[in-house]
């Protein structure tokens, strides 16, 4: 019982992390960096290490949201009618217009972020990076660093 809570406590806490897990793949050699991005509401932290290399990277990303916002629906109509009050005898006719409107927020549909890791040996690689907002994000996008070669990032 103590293992079972273990187990469903540590999936619990992973999946409640604050970054999410990724890979950066550089695109002269070949090589897979593991990568990690912290998830935001804007500004938030990414890391990633060379394991051929050894170095180290530590940044810092800004994104911003695309699309979503305020939908207005308005609507109108006219109305036309008759009743009969059978007490009195009398027919009525009944006319007039009606309108309508609702309101409702859509969520942002994408976010487009640029960042920058720095490496403890020297390397600065700029990404570009479009991300699906969500529960779990999802994202990809391609960077370049200082010495030329060129980055994608997935995550």
């Given at each position: 019982m103590k293992r079972?809570?273990?187990?469903?406590?540590?999936?619990?806490?992973?999946?409640?992390?604050?970054?999410?897990?990724?890979?950066?793949?550089?695109?002269?050699?070949?090589?897979?960096?593991?990568?990690?991005?912290?998830?935001?509401?804007?500004?938030?932290?990414?890391?990633?290490?060379?394991?051929?290399?050894?170095?180290?990277?530590?940044?810092?990303?800004?994104?911003?949201?695309?699309?979503?916002?305020?939908?207005?629906?308005?609507?109108?109509?006219?109305y036309r009618g008759?009743?009969?009050?059978?007490?009195?005898?009398?027919?009525?006719?009944?006319?007039?217009?009606?309108?309508?409107?609702?309101?409702?927020?859509?969520?942002?549909?994408?976010?487009?972020?640029?960042?920058?890791?720095?490496?403890?040996?020297?390397?600065?690689?700029?990404?570009?990076?479009?991300?699906?907002?969500?529960?779990?994000?999802?994202?990809?996008?391609?960077?370049?660093?200082?010495?030329?070669?060129?980055?994608?990032?997935?995550?």
């Amino acid at each position: 019982m103590k293992r079972l809570f273990s187990i469903v406590a540590t999936l619990i806490l992973t999946a409640c992390g604050t970054t999410l897990p990724g890979k950066l793949y550089s695109l002269q050699d070949g090589v897979v960096m593991d990568f990690q991005i912290e998830k935001s509401h804007g500004t938030g932290g990414m890391y990633a290490q060379n394991n051929k290399t050894g170095e180290k990277f530590t940044g810092q990303y800004t994104g911003t949201y695309k699309g979503g916002g305020m939908e207005t629906t308005i609507g109108s109509g006219s109305y036309r009618g008759s009743s009969t009050s059978y007490t009195t005898g009398s027919m009525y006719q009944h006319s007039g217009n009606i309108s309508s409107s609702s309101t409702k927020f859509m969520p942002p549909s994408d976010a487009t972020a640029r960042g920058v890791l720095m490496g403890d040996n020297g390397t600065v690689i700029e990404l570009y990076m479009e991300i699906r907002p969500g529960i779990v994000p999802k994202g990809h996008g391609e960077g370049i660093d200082n010495k030329g070669n060129r980055y994608q990032v997935q995550f």
